[in-house]
Nanobody, 120 residues
């Protein structure tokens, strides 16, 4: 199985920056696409950005384009989300999700979530 450990959340003032990390560990053949989602209370979990194992990125949320950058370190099986120019509306619990090849099956795993609060 795969365990995902997230870190980097916290309280930041508007206009500030945070960098989230999510490290995958466990028993798997390889890690595939990785992504970040976010969720606010009472709403669905929304996709923010994804990155393939080859480094191709997609920002599903247009409100983060130009402010957030997703990246990964394949040697460490870790995905990052650099968040700049943070706004109060970015406040949410951020979850990472990864695709992993377990034997001959592709499965998806979630991190535990890390809270990002943007407030003065």
């Amino acid at each position: 199985q795969v365990q995902l450990v997230e870190s980097g959340g916290g309280l930041v003032q508007p206009g500030g920056s945070l960098r989230l990390s999510c490290a995958a560990s466990g028993t798997f053949i390889r890690i595939g696409d990785m992504g970040w989602y976010r969720q606010v209370p009472g709403k669905e979990r929304d996709l923010v950005a994804t990155i393939t194992s080859g480094g191709s990125t997609n920002y599903a949320d247009s409100s983060v384009k130009g402010r957030f950058t997703i990246s990964r370190d394949n040697a460490k099986n870790t995905v990052y989300l650099q968040m700049n120019s943070l706004k109060p509306e970015d406040t949410a619990v951020y979850y990472c999700r990864t695709e992993a090849m377990i034997y001959t099956n592709t499965r998806y795993f979630w991190g535990q979530g890390t809270l990002v609060t943007v407030s003065s």
